[in-house]
């Protein structure tokens, strides 16, 4: 890759390298073999806190050198963009740091654990963006092209006035109440359960398709198991939790209902829930308007159905558009039509955008504005929630005026 | 039919003759040709305001006999039976009229347009129980095959504690703004708009197969288009309600969603609206429970999804239950196995169950005490609307002693 | 009904009473109550040996009078049209008798149980067609909404010149050893098995849905259980069929699987089976063709699956739609739109297209040539088969002058 | 990953980069990422004739060195195994002189585009395994993890005997006449058409799942389109091929349909085509055994629905198994439950396989054996299909003996 024409590197530090780092290595690594992309991102380095066990994630996932100090990998000059997939609790931190220190800066969702943190965020966002650092979040859905193009028709009138959006996302990893406690159910490190690890990528995807916002919920949170095995515990016995294993409490929401308001006036249901047997990832949108209707559920992700309501009745119907096209966002790129694409490929559609206007000097998106926006969402939603569902408003989303 | 072991005639007369008189007058007239039934069901008398339009209808529907006040039909010594298919600002005065007049009744949802009515309707009822006639309110999607293996499978264990309901009812026939006004969206005649009439539905349907009830909602309605061209004007213009044409105030909701939580700590979330392009009659519940899952559409009637969490998970998935058995509920009285029912079949069940219960004196189910639980419902489903969405409880079950 | 204006009488005699007497039962008693019909089907007489056992099927069915001998039934004078509901081993005789004493003739698929049985019959029905009676063959699934909907977009050219028909029918109902032999399983009464049962109802969609005919066919033709128990002594047994108990040879085939060509050059693949466990009454019929495709199932009878080539890549998609229209062919008549229909509606939309062609003089459809044209597939199917799958032609449709 | 304890490496080189290409380079730049591998594949070269040409190619898809002649590629001492992605006329040539040379390899499918070929292929793999060098042919799909599980539940017992296979391949990418001429539209180059491409996949899947094989066929095959624009001339025009562009005949088939017999009994329907609209890269296979029923299709391809014969009626039903446990086979390397893999995953697998059986010298499936059974099916398709459909056996399967 170091031909006279190769295009010039930009270097990618990583902190963490669980299930987000993992995929995020393969979308770094995926992106230049698929995509023509003005800048070559070189897998600089990836940090984390125990030296051996970085260096074997580095090993596997193909980074170059391993740092355990995620200060020092900020701080490194072979480092252009700071890639976060650590949990929300050290977001803020790292990412103010990293833009502070000119780097760009991948955000892993959601954006952080409150809106003070958030609101910070976006400070430091807007302030670097002048010495030219960007910083996105990674509300990774976006980038499947079955939801770019659910939002391509909306933004061109095939929808018309939105009247209705439903919303779910919905899992069942947790359903069964002996699975162990994790890092996700413990509010210190993930700040909510269900709704802003999952209820987010919901909220973000609504307000992405149609271009508009919430300005209102009403809402309930639900914990259905509170005490779970300790995952030490729990995995050093017979896998039961049986009598004697250690218990902890669970600190999160297991599931998230509520009712909201699109600013074009439309309603909208949403539900996150990990209590949903025999749903393991699904995602599922649903958009009615004055002029048709779309419908998404993520267990066929290559897939959406779209309603014109332009057509004559004896031959209207929901159409199965098969997203595989050419035509269509980011495809082209990959294999023929028919040849569907999988969860990891919206991760490197990210890093491909992202280089993109990295090189542009272009604002990614979504920005930590449209972060900040999703966790002010999901702050009402507490707040609703602990005050009897009570209709509570959600601020316009920021401006660069606001934040100052 | 008058041979020596002709079961005894039961004596039917049915108030009001549009589209719900048409589908109980077939139910009639099909219950005795494939059921065993106790009682002959005998369609004595269809009543109707206008003479020669009743008369028709009887030809049509097979009526022998017609009255043009009702109150002549609940007169008549060949009447056992009064089947309510008015609008709903009528059924009180007719049902209890009935009622006093020692006549069983079959009445449409929702029981009344009011809490009020309601109670009334339910006090005539307990009262005529001890006299021997007894009270059925008409939520007919019960008795869709797939329904009752959705609640015997809740009955059975098989799904466990319940944790989610997900309810909605979409329509699609007023998205068009020039859609005429009819009577269905006068709150004078038809008390709410999509919440009473159809959302009454998803609400009985999702506390039948629960076997729960609702303890309380946060709501939002909403009406998208408050101004329509009148029928009559509109039809006698190019239909398209053109300049010039008269239109008329919506005074109804035109879409109503809620959070709602049941009575075993689960949470759901309803949805009702004519304002979901696309969606016919889509009448959608799922529920998630401790030891598996239910999904039902009407769109696909004869079919049942059931996820049974204690598979192994290699070979765990939502079982497709084509509900066409002879072993399944009323299915055994129609056609071999896979040749399915269609929408008019549940009144037909409905008419075998209430003619069974009739000839055992035995409590017809619904109950207009479960009426009145719907209409609880809808009632603090419109007041939370009223009040910012407000958690708004709903009282416990009526029974006897309550209702005196 | 005997009002002034009441449409004079067609007085209707049955012969035989099972399920498919049960169906016709329920269409001409079904269809005045929902169509204007140009004459009123009187159910007049039906027809079994059994003098008691007709009775009660009478009684039940709600026929005013039985007969025994179904020449009896054929020589009433209150008896217009003879509907012919016994197993193929009759239909020759009572349809050519019915005819040649001057009566309309509704009879059951397949035509007969053997081409020369059905050229006969086709002698016939031309014979007295100038004399005034009618007679029709009942592939009833023609009358589905979805597949009425199918044959027009075949006829508007929306699916261009024919390339691909793949059609299957697959039940389940005998794919256990031990179910029991009926007449089905008899070639002297049933002709064949699964291909003139269920086979001849997929070859009539097929050349009615594309407008063509098959021209030829290579066919494999098999039986994989070949003793089955005695119904008697099967149930006269703890139902295992348990040592002891008596069997009998199955002497028709299980499965039918054959190629074959439409007269417009395109290729089609055709599977009819009892063996395809989980498949209970799946009918399938898909075409493609040059400017589109069409896919059908009847386990989602009211839908219609249409791709259409003139989409832009990026919007394509197969349309699915709900054929619950007012549009829709014989829907209007019926309930609002997404309001299903079933298996039964299809019996009485034959019923109500033949009263009109009687009243009209028109020669219903499928005519009984209609129905030799597919005997005549049959057979070759069965040569092919016999032949190590040979290509097999199949003559063109009879015509008048072919029969004389 | 030149860590102390890194695994040896073994040498790729690779003949042939585009679509193919594009796809095995994807799947041994991602094994090592997220399986263990005990050896580690090493990219070194890829071969094609065009200097400038692969060198991007080289680049773009991550091989350290090129060649522009595939007998160089051969000879080299760090490829340690051949992988044949070239057109179907060069696998023999290519294939039989690296087994010659001592390497592994790995061809694509179909093995050649003759038996005569495949036979000559099978019998250098033979004598190169005693040498140590192992073959393999990539019909890739047998390592979708649905397929994976489709094939445990037959090898389990669960579906029993095996009465039926439905299989189909359904495209549509030339159905428009337009579509211009391709190398693979050219039997010199490609051997076959629709055959050969897509219908050799699914006869692999057919025998692979049920563990049968093809014992017989009755063939028909077709060409739509004889004549279509040149894809140069085409290119050059304004993409309509308008008057004066010139065309060039197409000497393969466009779709092949045939009927077959499976070694334990059961009956088969097969077909391949590029003409049926709306579906693009459609894999079905539908298996009806004696204890139950499998159906997939690949535009769902992370879905098993699976039908188990010993459930009670009133619950049964196929289960929609989403592939994507940790249970299932591979999918534990990549993801949490529900996120979904696409196409190239199979690839991955693939190269994941091959390696570990190189490393364990253990021959890998589906051997060179296996791809010449399915070029013997697809011979025997071709010579029935001319000779008016005859039934034409298949020889048993080869074994070492027959081809010495």
Redesign the interface.
Known sequence: ?A?PD?PPRLGIGMVGYA?MGV?H??AW??A??FFDLPLHPDMAVVAGRHADAVRAAA????WRDTETDWKALVARDDVDLVDVCTPGDTHAEIAVASLEAGKHVLCEKPLANSVAEAEAMVRAAEAARSSGALAMVGFTYRRVPAIQ?ARR?VQEGRIGTV??V?A?Y????I???QAPLSWRLDKQKAGSGALGDIGAHVVDLAQFVTGEHLTGV???L?T?VRERPLADAFSGLSGTGAAGGATGPVTVDD?A???A?LSG?G???F?A?R????????IRL?V??????LAFD????NVL???D?RQ???????????V?????AYVGA????????????AFTHQAVDLVRDVAAHHQPEPSFADGLQVQRVLDAVERSAAD????TDIPAPATSEDLR
């Open positions: 890759m031909a190769a299930f995929a290595s393969q690594r995926t230049p073999r090993d596997r996932l193909g193009l028709l009247r209705h439903r779910q919905l899992q069942d990893w359903a069964d109440p009403s809402a309930l639900e259905f599931a209902v509520f009712l308001r006036g309603l909208a249901t539900e829930t209590f949903a047997y025999g749903r393991k990832n699904a649903e009615n308007g004055s002029a048709g209707s993520f267990e066929d992700m159905h779209y309603f309501a004559d009745a004896w031959e209207a119907g929901f159409r199965r558009i098969v595989t096209e050419p035509e269509h990959w294999w023929p039509a028919g040849h569907g694409l999988g969860y990891e490929h009897r569902s009570t209709w």
